[in-house]
């Protein structure tokens, strides 16, 4: 069994909390502009129980936690995702799935999926969904974040869900892909604003990959075939299943929103891996894709020694679809993680773009928030201070703003030092300035994953629908 002590992912504040708690009214430092009312929610690991084995970061039950700004109060609670797997170890009263970095094992419960719900969480058609990219996402309750159960589009979801699906802020469409182990190796879906799968198609690629994220566009979807392969014949060597290949080149693959394998078009590029992408938009005759880009990973052992090799950094590429040329540069030297947008403008040219400012440490934490202006080249820092460090930080439209940044930067800041958590906002238009907010949270919030938010409108919305259906039932 894991010790905590020598896991860093399960110590300090990795460790999981275990305790679900509701607070109603949280200590406020600062005052929330009168706009800001909804919700913001967060999605991490944490581990139930104590696990099998070696435990990977990506291993941990998904955790939610939430804050809810309305009427001038803010209250917090934190909920499991009870997926098949929570449910299971829940009734076991203990582990008994082993994680990512140990050697597959064919009859160690495979009736019951990995699936952790853990990674990220998107709002369409009047839904929270918390996903994963290895299956289906879950739906969530709202205000209560209760687990309603597997959302699978009426069962016509098929493949295996990524944990970033794009929703189209002008056409309300949500475009995915899927990843797997076997051909086809990579599958691609369109759900429509109203909630319709209405597609799913494969796409070929010679290799199964790990691919966390992709990219949209006005008209176009940017898929990445980047070197960081699934090879079950290396585990006969005595070598990991997924390793990089720093010998093949990265590949792009643009095909129009509604188009097919037989429409996409392949772009290579010198190898590097991609998490997370920023944004993507046209430009005359090219596509541009921003994203945080290292030149290798070592996620599960990688073929580079270099240690600055796996050190993300904002990057840009340029696709010509007309003379198929491909010029990529860097955009900034500073290291840092988890990019976001005014999502309003996904898929649209952006003048602003968020990213984590990553802190010197040796595992993954973050320091500050880097806003960069892409019309003059200039950055901003909001820096969390000594000893703190945050989670990804959303950007939150003023309602019925007219400038792309007027709106707030929302994250989960700990406290290493007082061992405290709080949820920070903002202003983004002045993201030098101390925070307008500080919303002291009673027990700790782990180092997680992804964030987003959802205005009181749609919680409302939400819960009165569930009302209704309830009255019915």
């Keep these: 069994m894991e010790n905590a002590s020598v896991n860093?992912?399960?110590?300090?504040?990795f460790a999981p909390v275990r305790?679900?708690?509701t607070a109603d009214t949280l200590e406020v430092i600062g005052e929330f502009p009168p706009e800001l009312s909804g919700m913001f929610v967060r999605n991490g690991p944490n581990v139930q129980w104590s696990p099998i084995g070696q435990y990977h970061l990506f291993d941990g039950d998904g955790m939610l936690h939430g804050v809810r700004i309305n009427n001038g109060k803010a209250s917090y609670l934190n909920r499991y995702v009870q997926t098949q797997k929570w449910q299971a170890e829940h009734e076991a009263g203990k582990a008994i799935l082993t994680g990512f970095l140990e050697p597959p094992q064919q009859n160690n419960h495979p009736g019951i999926s990995r699936n952790t719900a853990n990674t990220a969480?998107?709002?369409?058609?009047?839904?929270?969904?918390?996903?994963?990219?290895g299956?289906?996402?879950?739906?969530?309750?709202?205000?209560?974040?209760?687990?309603i159960g597997k959302y699978t589009f009426d069962g016509k979801l098929v493949s295996a869900f990524t944990a970033h699906p794009k929703v189209d802020p002008i056409t309300g469409e949500m475009v995915f892909f899927g990843y797997s182990f076997a051909p086809p190796y990579l599958q691609y879906g369109i759900v429509s604003a109203s909630g319709e799968l209405l597609k799913t198609v494969p796409i070929e690629i010679p290799v199964a990959v790990m691919m966390h994220d992709f990219a949209i566009t006005e008209n176009y979807t940017i898929f990445m075939d980047l070197p960081l392969t699934f090879r079950p014949e290396r585990m006969q060597q005595g070598k990991p299943m997924l390793m990089f290949e720093s010998d093949r080149p990265s590949r792009f693959g643009i095909l129009p929103r509604h188009g097919d394998n037989s429409n996409i078009r392949w772009f290579e590029s010198p190898s590097c891996y991609v998490f997370h992408t920023l944004n993507a938009y046209e430009q005359g005759d090219e596509m541009v894709l921003i994203a945080c880009r290292m030149s290798s990973t070592s996620l599960l052992g990688s073929n580079n020694a270099d240690p600055d090799a796996g050190i993300p950094r904002l990057h840009e590429w340029r696709f010509n679809l007309t003379t198929g040329a491909v010029s990529e540069s860097s955009l900034d030297d500073t290291a840092g993680e988890f990019p976001r947008v005014n999502e309003n403008f996904l898929g649209r040219q952006t003048r602003y773009g968020y990213v984590n400012k990553s802190a010197a440490t040796s595992v993954p934490l973050f320091e500050g928030i880097m806003k960069y202006d892409f019309s003059n080249n200039k950055t901003q820092i909001h820096a969390f201070g000594a000893g703190r460090y945050g989670g990804e930080s959303?950007?939150?439209p003023r309602p019925y703003a007219t400038e792309e940044d007027d709106g707030w930067l929302m994250t989960f800041v700990h406290d290493e030092t007082a061992n405290t958590s709080e949820l920070v906002v903002v202003n983004a238009q002045d993201i030098t300035d101390e925070p307008v907010a500080r919303m002291l949270i009673p027990q700790r919030v782990p180092y997680g994953f992804h964030a987003t938010w959802v205005n009181e409108k749609q919680v409302q919305g939400f819960y009165s629908r569930q009302q209704a259906i309830g009255n019915r039932e």
């Design 8 to 13: 860093p992912y399960l110590d300090g504040n």
């Design 19 to 21: 305790e679900e708690i």
């Design 121 to 133: 969480l998107v709002w369409h058609d009047g839904q929270l969904l918390a996903t994963w990219e």
């Design 135 to 147: 299956g289906a996402p879950y739906a969530i309750g709202l205000p209560e974040l209760k687990t």
């Design 394 to 396: 959303i950007f939150v």
